[in-house]
């Protein structure tokens, strides 16, 4: 961002400044990363909401005249050409449509579509956990560490201003199970391991 000299209103944006990565495990705190003593422009993380990240994206890339956006496009097909991918195909709500480039990127999420059609191969690194997320009002003042660890649970809190986006971690595949323990249950857990959320509902 800094690069091509956007960085000052990109940081105008609402946002969270993380120069440090906290843990609690059970009562300790620990640093897990330090980011403000790096020699860069922007010695933090700075968390802001996706959509808003990739709105402002949008916004600045429609300077330039060869930059086009289409929201409400679904990638249904690859165009190729003597053995060469040169474009897409997808749907819209006006139409069909066909986009050609020199250059596809399959960015269209983990059932790509893309990744499909050209054959390519998914490494699978077997990640443990799934993550079911939930957002809890955030009082004014209230600050708490990111990321929270006790006996086999854990739970990632992110601070977007008025409210806590939370992640409440589970064993891979574990929905149904958690589904069928209850609500209560669930909420119970995450009380357990971060007290202060007592009360909060959402």
């Known amino acids: 961002m800094h690069e091509l000299g956007i960085l000052e209103i990109l940081l105008k944006r609402l946002h969270q400044k993380l120069p440090q990565l906290r843990a609690q495990i059970g009562s300790t705190e620990v640093v897990m990363a330090d980011f403000s003593r790096l020699p860069v422009q922007c010695p933090f993380i700075a968390l802001m909401p996706q959509w808003d990240f990739l709105n402002f994206l949008a916004e600045h890339a429609r ?11 679904e990638v249904t097909g690859l165009i190729e050409d003597g053995g060469r991918v040169v474009g897409v195909r997808a749907k819209t709500p006006g ?11 399959a960015a269209d999420g983990r059932n790509s579509i893309i990744r499909e059609r050209s054959g390519l191969q998914v490494e699978d690194f077997g990640a443990p956990m799934d993550g079911l997320w939930f957002r809890l009002p955030r009082k004014p003042g209230e600050s708490a560490t990111s990321l929270r660890f006790d006996r086999g649970k854990i739970v990632v809190m992110i601070d977007r201003g008025d409210y806590w986006q939370c992640a409440f971690l589970i064993p891979k595949g574990g929905n149904e199970e958690t589904q069928r323990r209850g609500l209560e249950r669930l909420r119970a857990s995450i009380v357990e391991i971060a007290p202060f959320l007592q009360g909060s509902r959402q």
Not at 63 to 73: D, E, P, V
Not at 95 to 105: C, P, S, T
């Open 63 to 73: 300077r330039y005249s060869t930059f086009h956006l289409r929201t409400q496009a």
């Open 95 to 105: 139409g069909a449509l066909e986009v050609r480039a020199q250059l596809v990127v």
